[in-house]
């Protein structure tokens, strides 16, 4: 873990050494490299104020002699222009020669932009910074930051290294791991199918037994259904035949009410032609009387007729 946190400071710590040795000729490039000259001055000018921001960014407010532009990059230096500072980005231009820049890089954590220091604008990534010969260098000291840089390079290799041998044994245990556990998963998977298989066999062979019972039930019960509809149906035929009976009893005995009804009539009918005539003549002899005695005896009786 140390060495994983090794590997960023000491990237950092060598950005900043290459930061600072634009402003140095190292040994191991005892040829100068050619610059070019921009086309037109940079713009400069001066630092008014430096204040925090409240995500923790570092701005500066400058003055300029002219009018800087959103996004813009500028290098700070000191006020007798001798060591770059660091570098800053515009933000916002809140009047004409006026701008505030956020703090991208420093030289020197230790010694941030302070008011009065130079600002000028940096047209490209090749800007030599101070002109050459504004200082002298101590070959000592170049000596020293040779050796400190390669040093740190050494560093830098070295911790990679263990870094990727690090990795390489964790990818190797991680490795080792899941083989682990694919193999422990697939003897538990084996393990469950055996027992899903043991529970199936049983549950099918009490499945049968119950299927077995079930069947034995129904065909009791169905049997005793049958039984039930056999004595209904017996039960049914005894009354059928008891409604037969029933009924010829019924017709025999409507036969003889008709047969009597009519020899009643009969008889009535006879009875009452035969009072009939007999008023008739009653009627005739009384008729027969009045004539002799010259006049009406009585008045002439109702007959009693069927209608």
Do not use: W
């Amino acid at each position: 873990m140390q060495s994983r946190r090794l590997v960023p400071i000491l990237a950092a710590i060598v950005a900043c050494c290459g930061a600072c040795g634009e402003t140095r000729s190292t040994a191991a490039a005892p040829e100068p490299i050619p610059q070019q000259q921009p086309a037109k001055p940079a713009a400069e000018g001066a630092v008014v104020t430096v204040a925090s921001s409240p995500d923790g960014r570092t701005l500066v407010e400058f003055t300029l002699d002219g009018t800087a532009e959103p996004g813009t990059p500028y290098r700070v230096l000191t006020a007798d222009h001798v060591r770059i500072k660091g570098m800053i980005q515009v933000t916002d231009v809140p009047g004409k020669g006026r701008a505030v820049a956020r703090v991208i890089a420093l030289t020197d954590p230790s010694d941030p932009p302070m008011p009065g220091d130079t600002v000028r604008e940096l047209d490209t990534l090749a800007d030599p910074g101070p002109a050459p010969g504004a200082t002298v260098a101590d070959p000592a000291e170049e000596q020293r930051f040779v050796a400190l840089r390669e040093q740190y390079q050494r560093l830098i290799a070295e911790a990679v290294s263990r870094h990727d041998a690090e990795m390489a044994a964790v990818r190797s245990a991680a490795d080792a791991r899941v083989a682990d556990s694919e193999a422990a998963v697939r003897t538990a998977l084996a393990e469950r199918d055996r027992l899903h298989g043991a529970e199936l066999a049983g549950a099918k062979a009490a499945g049968g037994e119950i299927a077995l019972a079930a069947v034995a039930s129904e065909r009791e019960a169905a049997n005793a259904r049958a039984r039930a509809a056999v004595d209904e149906r017996d039960r049914l035929r005894l009354e059928v035949d008891r409604l037969a009976t029933a009924q010829d009893e019924l017709k025999r005995r409507n036969e003889r009410l008709l047969a009597e009804r009519a020899e009643t009539e009969r008889t009535t009918t006879a009875r009452l032609t035969a009072e009939r005539e007999a008023r008739e003549q009653i009627a005739g002899r009384l008729a027969e009387l009045e004539k002799r005695e010259g006049g009406r005896a009585s008045a002439t009786a109702a007959l009693l007729t069927r209608d």
